[in-house]
């Protein structure tokens, strides 16, 4: 499938963990990567962390124009703020910028290791998923990430479209990211953070077919 449409709002997929959401009149890229040619420039740039497949500095610079707002965790503020401003933000604390409503929620692993007892994403590092509100569409951009016991915070939200990361290594498993899905309750759920770094459309598809009978899934092809 390629782009994803909820009401006035669409959403695409540009690779990896990069996504391009339209709505309420604004453009807003979550953690832009290696992105094709052509897009349209930001209002808005949501950055997770500060890990090059997440924080690319030639991918915002592209990007920006006079006016675009940039909102990225403190460990992400050095790569974010080249060319121009950014708003920190970290679990727990809220935006509302261009009129769209930011929430940074945790984003940590807690069984992937680079080294015995050392952790990819430690949660003390304050690294961020997202929680969009936009024209209405809430959408939740989990950054790189395992099923942490937060998530099941999110239910209470109201989530209406889950970008969850599948391939496993440096973020959850499709297993544990269809767990992950019964503790968000999102009305639709999206594979991410594949095709790229590591993991591949196998690992979406394996998601889709644990994941179908909790919500329903959609495995967005790659806009080009």
Request: one cysteine or more.
């Amino acid at each position: 499938m390629h782009g994803l449409r909820i009401g006035e709002v669409s959403i695409d997929w540009l690779g990896h963990s990069a996504f391009r959401v339209k709505g309420a009149g604004l453009t807003v890229y979550l953690d832009p990567y290696q992105l094709p040619r052509g897009l349209e420039p930001a209002d808005l740039i949501l950055v997770t962390h500060e890990h090059f497949d997440h924080c690319s500095s030639r991918d915002l610079a592209v990007l920006r124009k006079d006016g675009t707002k940039v909102v990225a965790p403190a460990i992400a503020a050095s790569c974010a703020s080249r060319g121009g401003e950014v708003l920190e933000i970290s679990p727990g604390s809220a935006l509302e910028v261009l009129g769209a409503r930011v929430r940074g929620v945790p984003a940590y692993n807690i069984n992937k290791f680079r080294s015995p007892g050392r952790v990819f994403h430690p949660r003390e590092d304050g690294r961020v998923g997202f929680v969009l509100e936009v024209g209405g569409v809430k959408i939740y951009h989990a950054g790189d990430t395992d099923n942490i016991p937060e998530m099941a915070e999110l239910a209470d939200l109201g989530i209406d479209v889950a970008l969850l990361p599948v391939s496993g290594v440096y973020v959850m498993t499709p297993e544990e990211a269809a767990e992950a899905v019964k503790m968000i309750k999102p009305r639709m759920a999206v594979p991410m953070h594949y095709g790229s770094i590591v993991g591949s459309l196998q690992e979406a598809e394996r998601f889709k077919e644990l994941a179908s009978g909790i919500t329903e899934v959609v495995v967005l092809e790659k806009l080009s």
